[in-house]
């Protein structure tokens, strides 16, 4: 029989690779809780009528991307391709919204039908945040803030680059569409096939395009930052003054748009060009309406995702990644001989009592000679030994899995004292 295999785009995380997770999401947590965050856990299925009012129908998640299936009940469900939508509904749903602010982080898999490619996945991971009741600019900086930390915290910061832009409140993002369409229609027949598209359904996106001669023809296209009137400009900036004095460096893209229809006012990516194509590793923004778009009080909100995967292949492919990281176990203890496997047991609980010593003790038996190859591969820094011998004297010998140092036998009463000269 054909054995069964993953869906294409949706990857296994295999051992070998989940330390390296954990040592970014311990470093992304370290940090969220720096900043006084507290994390939210929603589903991972949603009405489907969530993301379509939220994401926006004309967007490429809902056009195309979305996991959507009807429940045994005939309901629509999705599955999540993004986490702001979900935390809206939750925080909402549970009066986390009224009269209060809320500084909130989600972790966890999100699903989107795309051509899967090298930091391009089906399923894909993203640790966001998301802000709620705070109008900004302050929040919005100290959010780029935290970013900056993490990327300095993992060594990221000389390989990333942080393009920012304002998006202006609704109505001046309506006056420049406007003003934007009738300039591109004069070109129509020479813009690539999806902005053609878009003329009608989201003119702004073609602001993303990356076809040569769109770019050519929306050098000379009317400017969203004309448009915008002394508050949005004055928002925006004061933050780029506040990343100044942080020293943050950043560059202002006009042609940053994103692909959601929630945005308003602050955008911002931070891209990558380590990884090729796939070069965003986190995109945020300002969302003033949303919560008012999904039927809650107005509410202002701000937030970023960023996408896991990536993240981790920058770290490995930069090898930024210490070599402890793959030190799974300190210790392999080896018990061979009648009677040995009782100590043994004893001997490996005394040293996790001990703290921090992470012990790998034999099970499944075998030769010595055979346990000893298993403590090699281990990748163990030492082996402890205990033979019949060892047993009866209350002795173990210590060997050295890695260097010069010789092996020593020594007292069992002796033993901590002893590990902690050769771990050091
Ligand atoms: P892209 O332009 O690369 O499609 P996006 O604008 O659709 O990204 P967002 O919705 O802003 O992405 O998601 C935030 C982050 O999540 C991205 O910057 C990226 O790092 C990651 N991400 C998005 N889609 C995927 C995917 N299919 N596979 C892996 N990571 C992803
Ligand atoms: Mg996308």
Redesign the pocket.
């Known amino acids: 029989m054909a054995k069964i295999q993953a869906i294409r785009g949706m990857n296994d995380l295999l051992p070998q690779q989940s330390p390296v997770w954990q040592y970014f999401e311990n470093h992304v947590k370290k940090v969220l809780s720096l900043y006084g965050y507290n994390e939210i856990r929603m589903p991972v299925v949603e009405k489907t009528e969530l993301f379509k009012r939220s994401i926006g129908e004309v967007t ?2 809902v056009e195309k991307e979305m996991y959507t299936f009807d429940d045994r009940n005939g309901d629509s469900l999705t599955l999540r391709p ?1 986490g702001t939508a979900c935390c809206v509904r939750a925080a909402e749903q549970h009066g986390l919204l009224y009269n209060q602010t809320q500084k909130l982080w989600y972790a966890g898999p ?1 699903f ?1 039908y ?1 051509r899967p490619q090298k ?4 399923q ?1 991971h ?1 640790i966001g945040v998301e802000c709620f009741g705070f109008k900004g600019p302050d929040i919005d900086a100290e959010l780029i803030m935290m970013t900056a930390r993490l990327w300095k915290n993992l060594g990221l910061m000389d390989y990333v680059c942080l393009e920012i832009n304002t998006l202006g409140l609704p109505e001046e993002r309506l006056a420049f569409k406007n003003e934007l369409v009738r300039y591109l229609v004069q070109f129509e027949s020479e813009l690539d096939e999806d902005s053609k598209r878009r003329l009608t359904s989201n003119p702004l996106r073609i602001l993303d395009s990356k076809n040569l001669r769109t770019q050519e023809i929306l050098d000379g296209a009317p400017k969203l930052s004309d448009f915008l009137q002394e508050e949005s400009r004055g928002d925006f900036e004061n933050l780029l003054s506040l990343l100044d004095f942080a020293e943050i460096p950043y560059k202002v893209n006009t042609r940053l748009v ?3 229809d929630y945005y308003s006012k602050t955008v911002f ?1 931070w891209v990558t060009d380590a990884l090729g194509a ?1 070069g ?4 945020g923004g300002r969302y003033d309406g949303l919560v008012a778009q999904m039927g809650g009080k107005s509410t202002p909100g701000v937030g970023f ?3 896991v ?2 993240l981790v292949l920058m770290l490995e492919e930069l090898s930024l990644i210490p070599s402890e990281v793959h030190q799974q176990v300190d210790v392999y203890v080896v018990a061979a001989g009648e009677g040995t496997l009782q100590k043994a047991f004893k001997l490996s609980e005394e040293l996790r009592d001990a703290g921090g010593y992470k012990v790998l003790q034999n099970t499944g038996g075998g030769s010595f000679k055979s346990q000893m190859k298993k403590a090699d591969k281990s990748g163990a820094k030492i082996a402890l030994i205990l033979g019949e011998q060892e047993v009866q004297d209350n002795t173990v010998v210590i060997k050295p899995l890695f260097g010069d140092a010789k092996q020593v036998s020594i007292q069992h009463i002796d033993l901590i004292n002893e590990l902690n000269n050769f771990l050091q």
């Open positions: 490429d998640i993004e999100m989107r795309e930091g391009r996945y089906r894909f993203q994103r692909g959601l990516e796939q965003t590793v986190c995109a995702a960023m996408g995967e990536r």
